[in-house]
């Protein structure tokens, strides 16, 4: 007995001598290895069950872009397996019906359009598929034949042309929508989206819908004789947002004439899921149409010939997503947002026996069905997001991107807190402490917000707060009002009432933090990107408080954006049209109370952006210059509304860190 205590005792020294060698050996996380971080997404499992296949992007320093590869892996678990090459950038990866191929979509060659590529799993090269003047924006197998359905943009006159060197030429833009401009997209016009089929062999597409609208997210019946889509097609589509379910047949024949409106909520519906039998479509919806973004968004179930729909989580005061159908058609899975999580849940078809089926403090980001085994894409406030398996009640991990950078980066102390704002409303965040806290200092914090405002905060990995407490910064992530999470009223609390409500819940956080012991009052950062960097303005418009703010992609002088962002639409629903309500305009508009603002500020933008755009830096930035405040403005070249470039990246973390530096530290 004693010889056996000796052993143990030995065990137990070297087994904590190794683990205290093992997190000395950790080191914090820096911008090198965020830069390094992967990400995945699209997963898709083979018919026949035994394989899942799934896209990684990756920065490419030398190339400074992003890429995307195609990969797959046994659903057992073991090595993945690369299917497209590090010379381009391949997405959507997809399953014929026969097990045989993989295809996915890919533009192979300098000025090149996108194609469907086919992958044989027999072995040899991948091949292009499609040879579409214009090119491919989405593609689905038929499931039950060699057939393919495509999203295609309506092709321009030079694109018809043999003449390559045509479609280079600069035109100019003819403009006579309303809705005339998208970030990422450019000028719109009347070069509609549509659903096509194609047969592999065949020249040329079918295309099965018509007319001035665009199509969507299509997807194929089960007896692969029909595709759902959604589409507005009401007379003035740019006037509002009616989105609905519609059916089409496969053939080709007669399409307009088959054409089958399933829903008629003159309200958001959209991502429609065909149940087993083909008789039903699950969807979501939004029923209160006149809070915009701010609504609800519920599963609802609708005969698929059209009918009387069914909500089927009336009750649920909370956001849904992604539904699918098990696999025995008794319920719909759907991922449900609520309180700083994302969840895999599911629920009957008459709305009854509603049940968290993944849930936790965990981040789902999308997932796949194929029988009784789901496939999350799953993340954690310390991991990134990985696929996992979920069978008979357990999660498994099947992929470990970035696994091994992390397990080698030490991990700050990520907790939920509650608190109550300045009114009484209860209010949710995380807190992130530094690396190798220490409860009896205080410490610099910085308030960081999310965009949106329709956004939480919730338990999946960031690399901002990371980087920031690995600079020994406490950082606040709150979930003022305005998030969504916590339920319609709570999200539509701040309706034309910007920088009010939500700046009292994200102030209070701040004054929470303080009484907690951990946050130095005196060395307070605010920051943010798109709705972050709006709130940012009314921050540090309110008050002094703060020594630093970083302000990205966010908006001052409203009205001068009607008509050159792309929110014509949502601005007018909720402020009314800037001629007739200026007063509504510009009572919330920052840059109103520019002069206010004694705190330094880094002020940073895109060039392309149109969804915030870099105007209002530019005003903001004018203005406290002018004042002879202490100010900066960062505009990066050829960038919309989200960094891409790895350098550009790389940029923006180091002048965080500087800014914060100079002012702050």
């Not at 990246?649 to 914060?660: G, I, N, T, V």
Request: hydrophobic fraction near 35%.
């Amino acid at each position: 007995m004693l010889y056996t205590s000796k052993i143990l005792s030995v065990f137990l020294l070297l087994f904590y001598s190794a683990l205290t060698l093992a997190q000395d050996a950790q080191q914090a996380i820096t911008i090198e290895k965020i830069l390094a971080l992967k990400s995945v997404s699209d997963v898709q499992i083979s018919p026949d069950g035994k394989w899942v296949a799934y896209t990684v992007s990756e920065n490419d320093l030398k190339k400074d872009k992003r890429l995307k590869r195609v990969y797959i892996i046994p659903i057992t678990g073991g090595e993945a397996i690369a299917i497209t090459g590090k010379e381009y950038s391949a997405s959507q990866p997809r399953w014929s019906a026969d097990n045989k191929y993989l295809s996915f979509l890919a533009s192979k060659g300098e000025n090149e359009k996108t194609q469907v590529w086919l992958s044989n799993r027999l072995g040899g090269d991948s091949e292009v598929l499609t040879k579409i003047p214009q090119g491919v924006n989405e593609h689905e197998w038929s499931p039950t034949e060699n057939k393919l359905l495509l999203v295609l943009t309506d092709p321009k006159p030079e694109e018809l042309t043999a003449d390559k060197e045509d479609d280079k030429k600069v035109k100019p833009y003819v403009i006579d929508r309303r809705q005339f401009k998208q970030d990422y997209v450019g000028y719109l016009d009347r070069y509609r989206n549509h659903v096509y089929t194609l047969t592999p062999g065949d020249s040329l597409a079918t295309q099965l819908t018509f007319g001035d609208f665009d199509d969507s997210a299509p997807v194929w019946s089960p007896d692969g004789k029909k595709i759902a889509f959604v589409s507005n097609r009401t007379e003035d589509p740019d006037g509002n947002a009616d989105t609905n379910i519609w059916v089409v047949s496969a053939s080709g024949q007669n399409s307009d004439k088959t054409l089958v409106q399933v829903t008629t909520n003159p309200n958001k519906d959209d991502s429609p899921t065909w149940s087993p039998d083909g008789k039903s479509i699950a969807y979501r919806t939004v029923l209160n149409g006149k809070i915009l973004w701010y609504a609800g968004e519920k599963l609802a179930i609708s005969p698929a010939i059209g009918g009387k729909a069914r909500v089927l989580t009336e009750s649920l005061d909370r956001n849904i997503s992604m539904p699918k159908f098990t696999a025995d058609g008794t319920a719909v899975l759907f991922l449900l947002e609520e309180n700083g999580a994302s969840v895999l849940a599911s629920v009957g078809l008459k709305g009854e026996n509603l049940k968290r089926v993944i849930s936790g403090n965990i981040s789902v980001g999308n997932y796949a069905l194929k029988g009784e085994t789901i496939v999350p894409l799953l993340g954690k406030v310390d991991l990134s997001n990985n696929l996992y398996t979920y069978e008979k009640n357990k999660l498994k991990e099947l992929t470990t991107v970035n696994d091994a950078l992390l397990a080698s980066t030490k991990k700050p102390i990520i907790e939920k807190i509650n608190y109550n704002s300045t009114d009484g409303t209860p209010i949710e965040g995380f807190v992130v402490k530094p690396i190798d806290f220490d409860a009896s200092k205080k410490y610099p914090t910085i308030l960081w917000i999310h965009g949106g405002p329709t956004a939480q905060y919730d338990f999946s990995f960031d690399t901002e707060p990371q980087l920031f407490a690995a600079q020994g910064y406490v950082v606040l992530l709150i979930n003022p009002r305005g998030s969504t999470g916590y339920g319609e009223a709570f999200c539509k609390a701040i309706f034309a009432d910007w920088g009010n409500l939500d700046y009292q819940d994200v102030m209070s956080g701040v004054d929470y933090a303080i009484t907690q012991g951990y946050a130095d009052p005196d060395l307070l950062t605010v920051g943010g990107w798109s709705y972050g960097g709006i709130l940012t303005n009314y921050v540090i418009t309110k008050t002094n408080r703060f020594k630093a703010a970083l302000s990205g992609a966010s908006e001052a002088l409203y009205r001068a954006n009607y008509g050159h962002d792309h929110y014509q639409l949502t601005w007018e629903q909720e402020l009314g049209l800037p001629w007739e309500n200026k007063d509504a305009w510009e009572r919330i508009s920052p840059y109103n109370d520019v002069a206010k603002i004694l705190t330094p500020t880094l002020w940073m933008g895109g060039s392309d952006d149109w969804n915030v755009p870099i105007l209002n830096s530019e005003q903001m930035y004018m203005a406290m210059k002018r004042l002879g405040r202490e100010t900066q403005l960062i505009v990066y070249p050829g960038e919309h509304h989200g960094i891409q470039r790895p350098s550009f990246q790389k940029d923006r973390f180091e002048r965080y860190l500087a800014w914060m530096k100079k002012y702050v530290k």
